[in-house]
Structure formats: C-alpha cells, structure tokens
C-alpha cells in the first residue's frame, strides 16, 4: 500500500470521527449545555474566517466584531422587518458582511499592518455608534427583538423542531445548525487553504514584495481574503442573532473583536484544526474563571492570565502544537522507502 | 452656515483641545516607545495608567499631596514596568509579533481585573490639580487648568526627550531599538533597554492617567480606555515609530475632535472618535506611514 | 610560551538546523594580526560571530585566560572583544558623535573616553568633520570607518573584523588596511580579520588560516603562504 493512500485513509477516519461527534454529543449533553455548545461554534465560524485573513494573508483585523454586527443586524432586520424565516436570513447575513468587508479591506490596498489594524479597529469603534444613530432600521439603543417582534419567524419557539424527520429540542437544533454550517465552513476554507488561492494568500503573509514580483496582485488578493473572511463572520453573526434572539449595540462591542483575535491566536494563526481549541477557549474560560471567585475583577484577571498562560506555554497557539506532534506521524507515513 | 464668527470661541476651543491632546500625547509617547523597539502595539498601556492612577489616588487618601502623590506614583510605575517587562514579556521576546500582541491584550483584563479587585467599583475623584479659576491671555479667558495640563504634559515629554538625547542611557537604548545586534556588540545588554522602555512607558502613562482624572469628576477603572484609543490613533497619525510624531499627531487630533464636536453639530459626542478615525485614514491613505513616518522598509 | 590572547578548540557552530563549524581551531596572540581566508560558505563570518557570541557554539573558547564559550555578545564586548560585523552595523539613525559615544559605552571614566575620542578621530579625520551629522548620511567608506573608529572606543584588546573591503572602492581600501595594520604595529592591538581579497588580508597579518566548509584547512605565516603555489591556486583562487 502507497504512503498516499495511508494518508488518504487517515484523512477520511479523521473525517468519521468528526462527524460521529458531530452527531452524537448533543445526546451525551444536557439540553443546555447543546445551547453553549453553539456558542462555541459561533466564534468557531467567525475564528475560521479570522485565520484565513490573519493566519494566511497576515493581515490583522480589530474590527471582526463589527462585521459579526452587520451579520446578526442583516438577520435581525430581515426578520423583524420583512418576515424572513431566521434562518434562511443567513445566507443574505453573510453576502452583506462579505461586502462591507470587501469594503473596509479597500485601505488594504495602500496600508499594511498595524495602520491597516488601525483602520479596521476604527470600523470596530464605530459600529456601536452608528447602530445607534440609524435607529430607523437597526432600532437605536434598544437594538432588535426577534422574539417580540416577529415570534412566527423564530424557528423552534413551539419546542420542538423536525428536520429531516427527526424532531429535537430548539438547543439541540441551535447546536445542529450552528456546528453544521461550521463543518460546512472549516472544509470550504481548508479547501480554500489547500488550493492556489491559499498559495497566494500565504505568498502575499510570508513577503508581500516577493509575492508581487511572482505576478500575485495584492490588491485584489488582500481584498478578496477580507472578503471571504466577512462571510464567515457575517454567518457567524446571524446565528449568534438567531441564538440570543435579540441584537443591540452592546451585542457587538470591540470586546468582542478582541476575543475573537484572542480565539485565533490561541488556537494558532495558519493552523485549521486549532481554531476549534480556540473557539472554545473564549467561549468556555470567561465563565470558567467565575468558578474561581465571583469577586469584582477576579474572572476577568483570571481570564488575562490564563490568556498571557498560554502565550507563554505556547507561543504559536495550539496549532504550532499539533503541528510539533503530528511531524514525527506525518513524516513517518510519507517519508518511509 | 456660521453667521458671526466667534474667534473668542475658537482660542478656547483650541486650548481645551490642546489640554486633551497634550494627555493623549503622553500616553501615546509611551506607545510608540515600546512600539519602537519591539513592534508591539501594548494594549495594556491604558489599564496600566488606570492602575497607576488608582495608585495616585490612595496615596492622596493617606494624606499625600496631589503633587507628592503625583512624582511618588511616576517612580512606583516605572518600577512597575520594568517588572510587567521582565514577567511577561521577556519570555516572549522572539515569539511571533501577535503573540506578543495577544500577552498585552491578556495583560489588559490582567490589570483591569486587579484595579477592581483591589479598589471597589464605586466612582472617585483625584483634587483638582490646578486652580479652577479663569485667566484672561489677550482678552480670552482660558482655564488656568487646560494650560496647567498642557504645560505638564509638555514637560513630561520634554524630560523624555533629554533623556533619550543626552544621557548615555538614552543614547543606548535609542540604539537598542533600531538596532539591537549592532548594540549587543558594543556591549549594550538590549534585554534590560526593552524593560527600561517599558518602565518609561508605564511613567509617562502614569502622568496621563493623573491628569485624566482630575479633570472629570469622578472616575472609574475604565477611566483610561478612550484615551487609549485617543493616544493609539493620534500615535498613528503622527507616524507610529516616531515620539516628536506621536506628540504633535495627538495635539493635532485633540483640537481636531474638539472643533469637529464644537462646529459640526451633526456629529456630536457619540461620533466624535469614529469621525477623527475617518480623517486619519484619510491621512494615512495620503502619506501610509503617517506625518512623521518614514515609510517602513520592506524586506524581501 | 605565553599563553595565547583569544584561543578556539574544537568550536562547532550551528543556524538552526545547519552545522557552519565543525570543529574549528585556531588562536590569536597578544598583540598579533591574524587572518581567517577562505571561500563563500566556509565559515569565516561565523567564526567571528562564535567567538563574539552572535551564534550558539559549543567547544572551548578562551579570551585572556577566561573561558567565554557561553558568553553573550554583551558581554563578550564588555570582556575586550570589539566586533566590527559584516555590513557594519553602523546605527544610521545616530550621529556620527552619537555612535562613536555608544562605543565607549561599557566604559565608566569620562574623561579618558574623551580623549580617546579625539585619538581615534586622529586616525579618521573625515569622520572629525561630519560628527554632527546622521551616519546613514555617510558614504559606504566613511561607515566602514565610523564602525572601526566606534569599535576603538571601546578600548578593545582584540579586534574582530568582517570583510572591511565588501563593496567598496579600491583606494578607500587601501586606506582602512594602512589604518588597521598602523593599530596594529603602533598601539600592539590584536586583530582577527576574515577577509575574501587574500592579497589585502595577507598583507596585514603574520599569520592566517584558510578555512574549507567550517574546518581549518591550511594554516600558517602569512608571508609564505603567500609564496606556496599550491595553497594560493586551490585556496586563494589568484
């Protein structure tokens, strides 16, 4: 047998088991526990789309909470609004966080790192603000109420959900649709990664003046992983709209730009697999940190230290870790006469 | 649109900005410092400000004046500095540039969780640094308080300059941050220059936070974090690796933001930033590398 | 004998996963001007660079009778040891007065440091007038000789140089290599040069080494190797 089909095989058992998981942990878990759950995989989806700005093209984005914001205020709008079903939002929540990425990563163009990190965290400021002053559409200061609003539109407000025949609780449906889009995501981008747009995007990280001298256009590459990026963030948006069932202004602060960029750095630029670490690290350890002491400022010192922790630990995330433990296996099946 | 123009209004529209803008300038000063040698951009240098200024206040609590309290504060946040430096960051020193990013994020709710912890939630005031009477300059009355902090920011910043200009020290650690191997081979321990960096940059942030304070009537721990991002974007429009930059690119954006809020009603107090951040990237779209910058070499 | 200033044994150096020493020996006298010749990739800069620390190295280094094998660059400079390093490192930024003030800046008495100042700028009068003005202004020849006159502040009892003559013109050469050899005979300085123009480097020292993929290959006065037909045809390439 070739090294390439044990490759090939190990691929695919990585994929079962992924997908077993996928299906069968919302019955190991408690109802609740499924709606935290997708939680997780909204920062998963928009940590994803991080990364493939910021671990592959080396572009720094502050500003990813605010384009979650026109994601979830797309959603919310819609079906307040226009009597959208909330998830049929989502497609439409993405194509329009897709734009408005498109557009912040036009200064891309003429700006690099941190002055480019400036004008996305301009974005990231602004957002708040603006919701607030356009309150005609995005309901100001109180923000939009789907469950108020528009209760027909909410999927699973009666209890139960049937899809595909099989009927479940409105968490564990919160938990199917959340992580199924995520699973949909993560192989598009590795897709993305594995193919000669990747190629680019890493040729413009690694050096932007070789990159352009081998014939890649910055310009339109940069703009394009903003792009693609603000998709996964729109996306990441609206389910975080369909989940709460209300968006505000304080919904999308710079904090959460913040843990976002925290997310994918922990869970290691450049590397996939670790977005997953990463997602859960800023869904779980905030609420962690309380079990320490529920006195003023300790979760949030805890939180700090754990973050500064794992810098330390381990500086290029959990990422540059699986890729430490998985050379010697990967060099074993590919390198053996 | 403006029928009579007021210039009286104007002279103290741009001191009051100026007074902001020399607060800004301070910690923004203290920005490009540590971004000078590291190319770091230190998240936490405003919640180490606030730390620094709830220092400030306790002392003055124990019965210090606010000026003793004021020089006592600086040199405990100096050393404070040098210690975060060689705690956290050392370790990281040859780690990727968003990894340490990441540290000083951490070290952001690190710090903020602390002040909380240590001093409760409940707002407070610093006494007035300066006489809260008018002074009339040619006619205009300006606040003797705006000037006071104008002058003090100036100073700090000019104590810096000194230093960096005309002490082997300064000389030393100027060369450390353009170029640290050349350094070591003179015998300059770059490390230790990293941590006198940070120790400076914790000072002057400790005179931002002390002048922040008083003029508001009562602060909490967040009291810091718009002029973080005030020093952050005044620091980029002067050119970050820049500190003469640094200071003129945040006098130039407090009376910027003061105009725009006096004149332009449309914007008010909500849209102020996010309007200063659009005009600075109209700038940086102009000249990237900011007023001052020279633009940055790119390696092949 | 007298015990040799800076002596290597057995130094093995290595860039990540790349060995650029292997095994290497060679000593530099008191007061003697030695030679490291040999082609691209044989080592030359990184002998330099072990000796001052730039790049980790294991095997025995001794400098003045004390073992410096793990010293740091810092304080290998503190020890005695002035590197002037390949492309010079001049700090551009600074003035010609500020880097030459940063050479003398492990040293304390200030008033020595001052008259050493005006010693070494006796040697350079072009830099004597241009102290006021940033280094980056200067031209490659006037660097060259702003990163020997800096290395001089620091009152040095050897002198590392790497390739002095890279990219520049023939006379201004001529004029650093009278310079170092007059260091050398007037004030007893020890020199150890890594150069790729073997006539120039020959010229100056008593003695070199020939070095071939990180190991001395051919050791010995300068002067004759000079003269062995074989050693400058398959060496020396002249």
Redesign the interface.
Known sequence: MGSRALGIALWLLVAAVVLVAYLFVPRLISDFHSRELAGAGVFFIAIVGLNLLTGYTGQISLGHGALMAVGGYTTAALVVHEHWRDVWTIPLAGIAAGIVGFVIGLPALRLSGLYLALATFAFAIAIPSLLKKFSGLTGGGQGLRLLEDAPLQVTGLSGTVTVFGHSMTQNHFLYYLTWGLGLVGFVIAWLVVRGGAGRTFRAVRDSEVAAASAGVDLAWTKTLAFALSGVYAGVAGALLAIQVEIVNPLSFTFLLSILLLVGAVVGGLGSLGGMIVGALFVQYLPQLSTHVSTAQGVPDFVFGAAIIAVMLLLPTGVGGLLRRLARPLTTRLYLRP | MILAFDWTQLAQQVVIGLASGGVWATLAVALVLIYRSTGVINFAQGEMAMFSTFIAWSLVEHGLSYWAAFLLTVAISFAGGVAVERAVIRPVERAPTLTVVIVTLGLFFVVNGAARWIWSPETRSLPNAFSTRPIAVGGVAFSISDLGTIAVSLAAVGLLWLFFRYTKLGLASRAAAVNPDASRLVGVRVSWMLALGWGLAAAMGAVSGMLTAPALASFDQNLMQPVLLYAFAGAVLGGLGSPLGAVVGSLLLGVLINLIGTYVNWVGTDLRLPVALAVILGVLLVRPAGLFGRPLETRV | MPEPLLELEDVTARYGPVTALHGLSLHVDEGEAVAVLGANGAGKTTTLRAV?G?VRRAGRITFAGRSIARS???AT??AGI??V?EGR??????TVG?NL???A??RRERASVREDEQRVLSYFPRLAERRQQRAGTLSGGEQQMLALA??LM?RPRLLLLDEPSLGLAPLVVAEIFRIVRELNEREGLAVLVVEQNAALALDVSARAYVLEVGRVAVEGESTKLREDEAVRRSYLGY
Do not use: F, K, V
């Open positions: 001052s730039i740091s660059p810092e400079a503190r002035a590197h390093p490192g001049t700090l551009t930024d600074l500020e003030r940063l050479g800046y492990t800096r290395a620091l």
